[in-house]
């Protein structure tokens, strides 16, 4: 196995820029290797090897604790898929739910363990219309949102964690405007905001100036990727970074986040695959625009 140190200096310092390491390859020690050759420092975990982070072992976290300090890499957050897809009228009681929230204290202790501080939810299974008129408003689809949240930020507080709740295209959370709106109404400190707006582009949302002055005192973490949205034809293609219509916004959000002194994490989410090629492949196409707008913040 090649083992290879990175200089502790580069870590901590500011800012806290890394990768989600699927993105390079499942392969995990191939992929810290590789985060460490070209100089990204923070590591996202979600699927290892054949597995979830959340489906770990206590022998596969020793593990992966040993790969990342040997590198000296630091953990910024834990993204198993919690409560994604579940319908929200899943009983709490029910099997489905309680699996959940048992797949989340895991990743609660994970977190723990190999000293990270976000742990990554979703908002179930996305309901078409949460307000509005009837009879297409799906009626109560809110009030139960935050209901079902109650459990899963009292184990994370409890725990010393904050839950970080992504804005995605398959939850109920799509955009900065319906993230800002939970936050403020639960109003509990455990909760912030994991960041997409590429994904909010599905929903309309502009992510500068709109989207990141609604959520600007709230975000804790940030997924960067690019992709084209066609709304009507509902499709959404991921494309290299720089080659899509997050192009024409990086920039100002970056700049945005170097003004107000961000403190939080970013991740390079590497999810295009070229035409004929691998995730690797798009990975190493993307990087040069990425580490080109990451030196923005340095």
Not at 51 to 79: A, F, H, M, P, W
Not at 180 to 187: A, Q, Y
Not at 228 to 252: I, N
Not at 254 to 261: H, I
């Amino acid at each position: 196995m090649k083992k290879v140190k990175q200089d502790e200096s580069c870590v901590d310092s500011s800012p806290k820029i890394g990768v989600i390491t699927d993105g390079i390859s499942r392969d995990f020690e191939y992929a810290l290797d590789t985060m460490v050759d070209t100089g990204l420092a923070y590591v996202e975990l979600q699927y290892l090897w054949d597995k979830q982070i959340g489906e770990l072992t206590d022998t596969d976290v020793n593990r992966v604790k040993g790969l990342i300090n040997e590198r000296r890499l630091k953990v910024s957050c834990i993204s198993h898929h919690n409560l994604s897809g579940i319908p929200l009228e899943t009983s709490v009681s029910s099997t489905e739910y309680r699996n959940q929230l048992a797949t989340l204290q895991r990743c609660i202790e994970i977190a723990q363990e190999l000293e990270s501080k976000l742990v990554r939810i979703f908002s179930f299974r996305k309901e078409m219309v949460l307000f509005g008129a009837e009879p297409i408003i799906s009626e109560g689809a809110w009030t139960t949102l935050l209901n079902r949240l109650d459990e899963p930020l009292r184990m994370a507080d409890d725990a010393g964690i904050t839950l970080v709740i992504e804005t995605a295209i398959s939850g109920n959370i799509t955009s900065a405007f319906l993230a800002r709106k939970l936050i403020d109404e639960l109003d509990v400190d455990h909760l912030k905001v994991l960041w997409d707006p590429c994904s909010s582009l599905y929903c309309t949302e502009v992510p500068y100036p709109d989207g990141y002055e609604i959520i600007r005192e709230h975000i804790a973490h940030i997924h960067l990727k690019d992709g084209v949205v066609d709304l009507p034809a509902a499709t959404f293609d991921f494309c290299a970074m720089g080659k899509g219509q997050m192009e024409g916004f990086y920039r100002s959000i970056l700049n945005a986040l170097n003004k107000d002194g961000y403190e939080g994490t970013i991740s390079f989410e590497s999810v295009y695959t070229p035409e004929n090629g691998t995730r690797e492949d798009g990975f190493w196409e993307s990087l040069p625009v990425f580490k080109e707008l990451m030196e923005m913040l340095i």
